[in-house]
């Protein structure tokens, strides 16, 4: 199986930017899109924005323009920079990718979430 590590979560002001990171590990896998989805209490998970091997981006509307996804092929890691951040942008950032793993006998569909990292934007 894969594990998702994720890192760059914290307080931080409004105006302000945080730089999220999310490195995939494990053996024999092969990635396709990944993204960040967030999620406040109460609110089902939103869509931030993914991004495919080739890196293309896509992003949710209330993030665009603000924050930008990119990703390491080699390192199977992405990141995401956060710009021009608000109170609204507050929540449980949780990381995601989607691909194929190898069980050992068979390649079988992936699709794995990070334990979410909280992302806090005072006013």
């Known amino acids: 199986q894969v594990q998702l590590v994720e890192s760059g979560g914290g307080l931080v002001q409004a105006g302000g930017s945080l730089r999220l990171s999310c490195a995939a590990s494990?053996?024999?896998?092969?990635?396709?899109?990944m993204g960040w989805y967030r999620q406040t209490p109460g609110r089902q998970r939103e869509l931030v924005a993914t991004?495919?091997?080739?890196?293309?981006?896509n992003y949710g509307d209330s993030v665009k323009g603000r924050f930008t996804i990119s990703r390491d092929n080699a390192k199977n890691t992405v990141y995401l920079q956060m710009n021009m951040l608000g109170p609204e942008d507050t929540a449980v950032y949780y990381c995601?990718?989607?691909?194929?793993?190898?069980?050992?006998?068979?390649?079988?569909?992936?699709?794995?979430w990070g334990q979410g990292t909280l992302v806090t934007v005072s006013s």
């Open positions: 995601h990718v989607d691909g194929v793993y190898y069980s050992g006998t068979v390649w079988r569909p992936l699709d794995a």
């Open positions: 494990g053996s024999m896998f092969r990635i396709n899109v």
């Open positions: 991004i495919t091997t080739a890196g293309r981006g």
